[in-house]
């Protein structure tokens, strides 16, 4: 029966995950779906991840990589090598970390072939691991209550925070294959980078079901933003220069400049006042701060930021109604339009 369901190919990138990486390839080979292939790539780990790994070689559904020399590439460019050797319709994502329930691929498969304009689905989140540490996030990833299609790039959201958790997506291979989100990085957010361009190519489609685990650890990635905002800015920013060498919509382009520079005006302010709390907390159990309260403006002041931000993503979007198709198609068929009000409202 497996020959009449798309292949699927779980992409696995890994680096020092000694912890957990049995844990998320387990969670992938008891998978209800009967048509997979596991591709976990080694990104120059230096602890025992690659010893563990060797485990699993005489598996059929599991092909292991690494980079030439075993070195260390960083996670986009070693996601970006599992997806060239991918051999399936679909790809699914999950971070070394994760865990996938039972049912999580055939869920999204069965419910992905009746949205062929949908190129990425994800969805809702259990968290799992040191879940005190993110008391305020437990419902981050939560869209809505229901399934919910949209285009991505038309969100509010858009580009303030990116409320994907990267483990529970599943994306056309056709499509994933041609966005060039990889490249050498010295933050994160390269997920955040690769949703923004498959957004340009399709709609998403959000389940409400929570078919991924999501683990807090103080090792995460993001757990290292969180307690440091200041890496959290230089992220964004990061980000922010991958995006603008990517995109081509003029629009599109003049929003990233107007975060960027909401980014260089907060980044300043914390170099040329000097705040307390921008390094690495020595005690992970600590609550980290939302960035409000660590940066050196007060809440009018970051208001009136917001205001403006959202006054010149307001702009950007006039000004694409205003030259497009629709328009200027409403401005000639204007006296035509009065022709027909006084004809159908004449006394």
Sequence with gaps: MSDK??????????????????????????????????????????DDTFLILRDYEADNKIKLLFHDGHRNLGVSRSRKLGIDKAEGKFIALLDADDVYVPTKISTQVDILSQY??????????????????????????RLSDKT??????AQDFFLQRQPICNSTTIVRT??????????????QYEDWLMCILAGYKGRFLYLPDKLTKYRCHSDA????????????????????????SRITDSDAKALVETEVKSCLENLYNVYSDGIEGFKESDDSREEPNDLLDRLPVSREEYELLRSRKRCAQLECRLKAIETSKIWKLRKFSAPFRRFLDRMFHRN
């Design 5 to 46: 369901k798309p292949l699927v190919s779980i992409i696995i990138p890994v680096l020092n995950g000694e912890k957990f990486i049995r844990e998320a390839i387990t969670s992938s080979l008891e998978q209800t779906y009967p048509n997979l292939e596991i591709i976990v790539i080694d990104d120059g780990s230096t």
């Design 116 to 141: 062929s304009s949908v190129v990425l689905c994800h969805t809702n989140v259990d968290f799992i691991g040191q879940t005190e540490d993110f008391p305020r996030d437990q419902d981050y990833f």
């Design 148 to 153: 919910y299609e949209y285009s991505y790039p």
């Design 174 to 187: 056709d499509v994933l294959r041609k966005l060039p989100f990889s490249s050498p990085q010295l933050f």
């Design 221 to 244: 990635s993001t757990f290292k933003v969180r307690l440091n905002p200041l890496r959290g800015l230089y992220s964004k920013i990061e980000l922010l220069f991958c995006l603008s």
